[in-house]
């Protein structure tokens, strides 16, 4: 694939304004499918399941078979509605979309088109710096996700050169909220930031409604990228391109950035835009073609002859909208005056996606310091060494657990990051970890006494240095007892000791 010419970001935005708009699906995790009965499993019971085997005869769409709507999908899309500040519809309608998804087996997608659950909404969203900014929502519109094709035989894993295509139908059915925004305008040089923050607002909505595990990395929430840029002073919206299902904020941010720059250049040089899908490459920062972007005309969409109009009673609305949680951004500035967090400390628990996770580790007995320590720290790092996410490797109440134990003495941070590694491997609680290891830390005074008495007897020369008033030479005593000891003492302890043996 050729390298596309790209323009300085700076430059590009002197000559042209960006107007942005996003595409979010969400996926939603209701018991079943949205038309069928099939099982819909959390994530990981789902990717850990053998292909084509959480699906039924709607799924696959064979002759016969006739679609149910899911109630609580219904239920789950006016509360998100609702988040979004969108007016819920009356009636709703679903309708067929008709493309070609090999791995549709109906060949159509049921979705909604000009009938949607929700419309008309805002959504506040919070820069890094806390600007707040407001993107506008066209609507919110229920439908059915597609399977999943793999491509085998390449060098790659793209279709391009595979030398076939196997198709798991697990995931065809599962409900989705699809999420439309308004053009964007006035985002400037913080276009690609904007991106990176409406997404993330996104994923905390949905995950505050409980209604969405709402993982990029594992396709919950996916985002698609509208980018298109006007000559500076031009009222006529540019060509937009459309990046498809870009599975991180970060890369979201990525994506922007590197449009605006590829756009610009081919403008610059008297090109034009072709209206297309574009795929974004991680391992490059770039995007490639994908197939032209579609009209609403080309799908030929009619209304869904075996479903009736949604038709929500307002008491159901009601009741949806005050069981609505307190709005993210009002929820995490609370959180931050609470815990006492600087912006920075903050933003690291933010970026991590682990508000939720250090909030509940706190109502466990934790402290907000010793909370954000674990999450940001020891449990990410070990979740990046194994390409997982930190909120599913270990339960808020044994981290309050574990830093109890630390509290207390029975641990130092050292013994302490044993102990975790114990608890994710799934050697039990803290406390049987601690006690099936032997980890916990050695407070008889006798048992450090002697350890410290032979090595001061080994280093007589250190010995001499700390009676010279040297106490900085007790460092090395000090290593020699904690190696002595396993590791399985206090070393602040052991300082106390060594200085009170070297004087007598």
Known sequence: MATAKLMDFDKALELFEPVLGFEVHVELNTRTKMFSDAPNPANDEFHGAEPNTLIAPVDLGLPGSLPVVNATAVRSSISLGLALGCS??????????????????????????????????????ELED?????????RAHMEEDAGKLTHMGGATGRIQGAEYSLVDYNRAGVPLVEIVTKPIFGAEHRAPEYAKAYIAAIRDIVRGLRISEARLERGNLRCDANVSLRPRGQEKLGTRTETKNVNSMRSVERAVRYEIQRQAAILADGGTIIQETRHWHEDTGTTSPGRPKSDADDYRYFPEPDLLPVQPSRELVEELRAALPEQPVARRRRLKADWGFTDLEFQDVRNGGLIDEVEATIAAGAAPAAARKWWTGEITRIANAQDRDAAGLVSPSDVAALQGLVDAGTLTDKLARQVLEGVIAGEGSPQQVVDSRGLAVVSDDGALIAAIDDALAAQPDVLAKIKDGKVQAAGAVIGAVMKAMKGQADAARVRELVLERAAQ
Do not use: C, M
């Open 130 to 138: 806390g600007t707040l900014v407001t993107i506008p929502v066209e």
């Open 88 to 125: 819920i519809a009356e009636s709703s309608r679903f309708a067929r979309k008709n493309y070609f998804y090999p791995d549709l087996g109906k060949n159509y997608q049921i979705s909604q088109y000009d009938e949607p659950i929700a419309f008309e909404g805002s959504v506040e969203v």
